[in-house]
């Protein structure tokens, strides 16, 4: 099998640890750089402050960490734009993306919006996939992107580019895990972004992706892909564990991410069970080994 070719290896993006905390992407968009790095976050959380200059507003997206020096940082990054946030958007449910979206909010005076009302809260705003926000003096289309966790939104910006959140990362691949994540949504997501013909993806952890969005897009689709192929010949050899399977399909993965692995693993193997290619135990603990069906 032909191993995807990820484009972004020859694009010189910064590497792991050199981003720096804040940074002006284009005229629309600071990115504020939470302080919680780690092997899944990358160098931290994307938090991106939005806004048209000289409109006087700004809104926040995914503010991450509930973290004072973070507060500080975002903060500061409004007072050079001379705004006042109007809103906070939020991608999804998980916490390095959404725990500070209420407090922040109640502090800003900003109502929070989310896919869901454990994000949004009791009075905030539940985004409609399609909707067209108007505010901070530009426009922001609200994209569904499900697959990662089902209230997972991207956020189209005027200027083309998206921002993506988790559903894809400036460095390595999104985890879809089982049975949070949705690998069949998930690539319809992945088709569903592509198709706006991105300018630009900022995503939720890991550089900004602006020399060719398309082509990281269809290494991701080609990616899952090629997950696929290597767990069906694995199974094509002969029944085994997802444990089993993590330590083929990943052997040159460093092995405190085969947890991650194996609930990428487990979701895959879902998506290939419900069309009916494999059957078995595929949740934590089944003692039934995968086999094809």
């Given at each position: ?11 010189g ?16 968009v600071t ?53 006042r946030?109007v ?11 959404a725990?500070?979206a ?46 990662h ?12 580019a ?14 879809v ?47 899952r ?5 290597q767990?069906?010949?694995a ?18 993965v ?15 193997l ?21 086999r094809?069906?």
């Open positions: 099998m032909d191993v995807p070719v990820d484009p972004r290896g020859a694009w993006l910064a590497g792991p640890g050199a981003l720096p905390p804040v940074a002006e992407l284009e005229p629309l990115r504020v750089l939470a302080p919680n790095p780690s092997p899944m976050t990358l160098d931290g959380t994307n938090t991106y402050v939005v806004g048209a200059p000289g409109s006087g507003q700004a809104v926040v997206v995914d503010p991450g960490p509930d973290d004072a020096p973070h507060l500080a940082a975002v903060e500061a990054a409004l007072a050079a734009r001379d705004a946030c809103a906070v958007l939020v991608t999804h449910h998980h916490g390095d993306h725990e500070a209420l407090p922040w909010g109640r502090r800003f005076g900003a109502p929070v919006a989310a896919a869901s009302r454990a994000v949004a809260g009791a009075d905030g705003r539940l985004l409609e996939p399609g909707e067209r926000l108007v505010l901070a003096g530009t426009a922001v289309d609200v994209v569904p992107t499900p697959g966790t089902a209230d997972h939104l991207a956020f189209r910006l005027e200027s083309g998206v921002l993506v959140g988790d559903h894809v990362l400036g460095r390595g691949t999104s985890v895990t089982h049975p949070e994540g949705d690998v069949a949504a998930y690539l319809e997501s992945l088709r569903r972004v592509h198709a706006l013909g991105p300018a630009a993806l900022y995503c939720g952890h890991g550089p900004e992706l602006t020399e060719d969005p398309g082509a990281v897009l269809d290494f991701y689709l080609a990616h892909a090629y997950r696929e192929r767990l069906l010949e199974l094509g050899r002969g029944p085994a564990t997802v444990d089993e399977l993590v330590a083929v399909v990943y052997a040159e460093p092995r405190l991410l085969w947890p991650a692995a194996a609930q990428s693993t487990r979701a895959t879902a998506k290939l069970r419900a069309e009916g290619r494999v059957e078995g135990g595929i949740e934590p603990g089944a003692t039934a080994p995968v094809l069906a």
